[in-house]
């Protein structure tokens, strides 16, 4: 088992910057990929950015160049630093951990970003 906890989000004006921290507990060393998602109400949740155990990255279009996933092993936490934000970055963030057995979610974190 694989448990996650976001934290991080917050309000924020357009152009300003947040970074979410997603800590992980339990069979840690069992984890292939940890990934950020978001969800806004009424639309599917979609990936933002993944970062894989050999620590390669891949991002959606809409936040290249703007956001950046790392992790930090010592510590368990894999982060995602958010700059120039936009209005339609509003969402709930969720980190989703993946091994052999499945996936695994956190609660998630409310990000919202005024114009």
């Known amino acids: 088992q694989v448990q996650l906890v976001e934290s991080g989000g917050g309000l924020v004006q357009a152009g300003g910057s947040l970074r979410l921290s997603c800590a992980a507990s339990g069979n840690t060393g069992s984890i292939n990929a940890i990934g950020w998602y978001r969800q806004d109400p009424g639309k599917q949740r979609e990936l933002v950015a993944i970062i894989s155990s050999r620590g390669d990255t891949n991002y959606a279009d809409s936040v290249k160049g703007r956001f950046t996933i790392s992790r930090d092993n010592a510590k368990n936490t894999v982060y995602l630093q958010m700059n120039s934000l936009k209005p339609e970055d509003t969402a709930v963030y969720y980190c989703?951990?993946?091994?052999?057995?499945?996936?695994?979610w956190g609660q998630g974190t409310q990000v919202t970003v005024s114009s």
């Open positions: 989703n951990a993946l091994n052999r057995l499945g996936a695994y």
